[in-house]
């Protein structure tokens, strides 16, 4: 995590923990009628190092959703709290927008999010939330 508060996935309405799926094949036993089984993963991340040495960029809590001009991210934020990112390359520039199409779930994104104050109410309200 990006912060050492509370995490913003299980104090919300509905908790969801930072986990991901993961299929594999199962060896091909005369009992094991299925040949690929799909298994969940939590995810834990370890640095050494002060907090305040870190990076303060934000992770990737889920799959990125990658449209034609745009991208979706879904944001574990410093601050503490969950952010969802439509990122264009018109909007917040080329490099930006190329870093986060690659990016996958549980990687840092680096940007620089407003503070908890600054933050729109949806993507729709306002389209310049990230610098």
Known sequence: CPHELPCPQLTASKPLACSFSQAYHCIPFSWNKKKQKEEKFSMVILARGSPEEANRWPRITQPVLKRPRHVHCHLCC??????????????????????????????????????????????????????
Not at 97 to 123: M, Q
């Open 78 to 131: 410093p601050d503490g709290h969950m952010q969802h990112a439509v990122i264009t390359a018109r909007q917040h520039g080329r490099d930006l927008y190329r870093c986060a199409r690659v990016s996958s779930w549980g990687d840092l994104l680096p940007v620089i999010t407003p503070s908890e104050s600054e933050l729109p109410l949806s993507p729709a309200d306002d389209k310049d939330f990230l610098t």
